[in-house]
């Protein structure tokens, strides 16, 4: 595959990953833009690679890492997006908070564990791949974050009976 | 119990990311019709991932063409502005100091 074509295919993918833990759009645009330059330059390494999207986001995570450390004052921590205010009126908003707020409850690596997961469909093996941490690791956090997310599901379904 | 819920959810995963054959498949509607609590965990993983998708990100695509460009420009090999105009001034002093019929000798060289 060809660079046009993995930057055609993954960006958005790349982008809404930042994006979840970046709230900064232009903070995001550009660790998206110094992952692809990093894909460019190790292009040989494509179609050596056991799955692109874990590969791709491996950098992704890697940059933002990077970027939060030299600017740690810029780090936000997980809150919800600027659409809180219009919730009301919208139900696909209100859904964005509602699970904004359960997310607001995990760790960060929980958090980006549950994303790849649901979001993207992502192994446990290929998050350990993403986080650099161990499979196990990634299984434990998954297995207990995915426990709460569905006790907290049920409160607020009970809550609203 | 929690060795089976965890792979209880590896199966949903599976499922969901249409990585079972079908075998597999008819394995997993079976168990979701006899097993009430699977049903309700499969119920429960469903719509959490329904809420989930609400946190993808779209990039827009003037910012998408924009990065494009910049990675190629950025990815431009330097140009050696000094050594070019070293280069240019060495050609320049040797046109004027030695004839013009030497001259390709030289640059052979």
Redesign the interface.
């Known amino acids: 595959m060809d660079f046009?074509k993995v930057?055609d295919s993954y960006?958005?993918m790349v982008?809404?990953y930042i994006?979840?833990r970046i709230k900064d759009r232009f903070l995001?645009?550009d660790i998206?833009?110094d992952t692809?330059?990093s894909v460019?330059?190790n292009q040989a390494q494509l179609s050596k690679v056991r799955s692109i999207k874990a590969w791709l986001l491996s950098i992704a995570h890697n940059k933002m890492v990077d970027r939060l450390r030299k600017t740690r004052h810029e780090e936000l921590s997980y809150s919800p997006g600027d659409e809180s205010n219009a919730a009301a009126d919208h139900p696909?908003l209100e859904?964005?908070v509602?699970?904004?707020q359960?997310?607001g409850q995990l760790d960060e690596t929980s958090r980006q564990i549950?994303?790849g997961?649901?979001?993207e469909?992502l192994?446990c093996r290929d998050m350990a791949e993403i986080l650099g941490i161990p499979e196990g690791t990634v299984?434990s956090r998954s297995?207990y974050a995915?426990?709460k997310?569905?006790e907290w599901?049920?409160e607020d379904k009970n809550d609203a009976r | 119990m929690?060795d089976r819920?965890?792979k209880d959810?590896e199966l949903i995963?599976e499922y969901?990311?249409n990585r079972l054959s079908t075998a597999q498949k008819l394995e997993f509607y079976d168990r979701l019709r006899s097993d009430n609590e699977f049903m309700k965990?499969f119920k429960?993983?469903w719509?959490?991932?329904r809420?989930?998708?609400?946190?993808?990100?779209?990039?827009a695509a003037d910012?998408?063409a924009r990065?494009?460009k910049?990675?190629y420009v950025?990815?431009r090999p330097e140009v050696d502005i000094l050594a070019e105009l070293k280069s240019w001034i060495v050609d320049w002093i040797l046109k004027i100091a030695v004839p013009s019929p030497v001259l390709p000798y030289i640059n052979k060289l």
Do not use: H
């Open positions: 046009d930057y960006a958005d982008y809404s994006r979840f995001a645009e998206l833009q692809f330059l460019y330059r696909q859904n964005n509602f699970i904004d359960l997310l549950v994303y997961i649901y979001v469909g192994t299984k297995f995915r426990a997310l569905r599901l049920e | 929690p819920l965890e959810l995963d969901i990311n965990l429960q993983e719509e959490l991932r809420l989930m998708q609400g946190c993808k990100a779209g990039l910012a998408r990065i494009l910049n990675i950025q990815s």
